[in-house]
């Protein structure tokens, strides 16, 4: 769980980002900036890769990610995870490993 504590540094952080990224075309740059500044969940995802998260992880091939936000009410007394056995994706890849996707 992550708290954002300063929702204009984050927005700006992101921003930032975003304006440095030389390889990002100007149309998606224009579509970026809005969306960071609509949204918390949008900037931190222009800041956080999953490949600098995983990568480097042993036995962890990263094929694809996404993100899904949502605001919630933190409840430290509540530390239940609410994922539906239909979040949680089993299978193997071509080499016959498994695969966890949730």
Known sequence: MLEVSDAETLTAAALERIATDEHMPAEERTFAEEAVREDESEALAYLVDPVDLLGSLPGVDLAQ?????????YDPESMEWDIDEEDVIEEDDEDGDQVVRA
Do not use: G
């Open 65 to 73: 990610a996404s993100w899904s936000t949502e605001p919630v009410e």
